[in-house]
Every structure is written in structure tokens, then in C-alpha cells.
């Protein structure tokens, strides 16, 4: 397993990385179709969509498939319905990956700072964070409405390092998309991905981040700690 020495900063994404946030997703999703007389895509399906934004996701459902545009009067009834549900359900079924408090605690007691940025916008992320025991564990939380720019940027990875006055080479991305990975090399951080994760049904091991690991709770190992 590659080894990086101790980072005094490590960059968290948040879904698909600590949350697996599809089945509040998924529900959302199948909730605005069947408002507007559609069939339901079921979880599989939105597990596989998931991770360029809500916009994209609901253009993805309404056509059934990753590419594609839908009717632009269907979108415009359809996407104000579910940012409203997912405003109600964000935490419904929600919940950590195996391992994520683990490696949390570890990083907690090596003095790591922490910081969590997402693409997924700030009325969702804090109130997701909250719920699940989480937001108090950061540092700084980043949303996808933060800044002027969001991953695949660097900017906000070097917003965040900046924070507490860091270099890259000071700092570790924790990921689980393409969209992780290739905001790390712009923004000159190491990346380690989480092999479980939302990368659209392909190996992230692909993107060549420079570790992939199965568990938060083998970050220790990467770390050059001792696996908790």
C-alpha cells in the first residue's frame, strides 16, 4: 500500500465518501417522477447518476439514462419539486460508511485538521452534516455554493489549505469520484479514493488517484499510523 508521510490537513468529499446519501436520493427522485406521472428509476439506477449535481441527476431520471437532455418545459416543473423534497428528506435513510468514524477519530487524535468539501449545495450539506453527528468534526465545511468555482476545481481544495495557512504538499484529498481525483491534481494535493464509492459504475482504481483503500478505517495504514 503507498504511504504518504503524517498530513496536517486532510480534505474530505462527503457523499459517497462518508455518506451514502443515495436512498434519500433515490426516494426524492422516484417522488418527482410520480408527480408528474413517470415510472420510478429505482436506486440502482440513481446510485449509478449520482455525483455532478442534483440539475444534472434530475436530467439524468427524466431521460433515463447518463446523457441526454429533457424537455426543457418537464425540467423546469420537474426541478424546483425536487430540491423541495430533498430540502425535507436530505437525512431520511442517510447514513455513514463502515469505517468512517473510525478513521475520523483516528485523524482526530493525530491532530489532523479537517475539512469537508462537496459539490452538494449548503442547504443540504449542513443540515446532512448535522444530523449525522458530523459537522462539528470540521474545521471549515465547503459547499458546491461556497465558492465561485467547485470540484473538479482545485479551488476550493487550496481555499481550504489557505484556512490554516498550508501548502498542498501539507494536505491529503479523501474522495471517491473522477470528479475528487482530478481536483486534487489541479490543486497539487496527493488523493486517496474509497473504493465503494459514486463514480458512475467505474473503477476509480481508473482515474489513478494515488491510493485506493476499501474503509476510512485503513486510512491509518496510509497515513502511516497503525490500522484502528
Known amino acids: 500500500m503507498v504511504m504518504f508521510p503524517k498530513r496536517k490537513l486532510v480534505v474530505c468529499d462527503l457523499d459517497g465518501t462518508l455518506v451514502d446519501s443515495v436512498p434519500d436520493l433515490a426516494f426524492c427522485v422516484d417522488e418527482m417522477l410520480a408527480q408528474v406521472g413517470l415510472p420510478p428509476v429505482g ?14 441527476l434530475v436530467r439524468r431520471a427524466l431521460v433515463g439514462q447518463m446523457e441526454g437532455e429533457p424537455d426543457a418545459d418537464l425540467f423546469g416543473r ?5 430540491l423541495e423534497l430533498y430540502a425535507k428528506n436530505v437525512s431520511r435513510n442517510s447514513r455513514l460508511f463502515p469505517g468512517v468514524e473510525q478513521g475520523l477519530d483516528w485523524m482526530a487524535s493525530q491532530n489532523i485538521h479537517l475539512a469537508c468539501v462537496t459539490n452538494k449545495a449548503e442547504r443540504y450539506t449542513l443540515p446532512l452534516l448535522k444530523t ?3 459537522y ?4 471549515i465545511v465547503l459547499s458546491g455554493d461556497s465558492l465561485t468555482e467547485k470540484k473538479p476545481s482545485g ?8 484556512h490554516f495557512e498550508l501548502s498542498p504538499e501539507d494536505c491529503l484529498m479523501l474522495g ?3 470528479s475528487d481525483v482530478k481536483a486534487a491534481r489541479a490543486a497539487g494535493f496527493p ?18 488517484p494515488d491510493a ?9 495504514a496510509v497515513l502511516g499510523g497503525t490500522p484502528t
Do not use: T
Open 43 to 56: 436506486e440502482d439506477k440513481v446510485r449509478q447518476w449520482v455525483g455532478n449535481g442534483v440539475g444534472r
Open 78 to 82: 420537474c426541478y424546483p419539486v425536487f
Open 132 to 134: 449525522l453527528g458530523l
Open 136 to 139: 462539528d468534526r470540521f474545521a
Open 155 to 162: 479551488l476550493p481544495l487550496l481555499h481550504a489549505a489557505n
Open 176 to 178: 471517491d469520484s473522477i
Open 191 to 208: 488523493v486517496v479514493c474509497l473504493s465503494y464509492g459514486y463514480n458512475h459504475g467505474m473503477d476509480i482504481r481508473d482515474a489513478k
Open 212 to 220: 485506493v483503500i476499501d474503509s476510512l478505517a485503513e486510512l491509518p
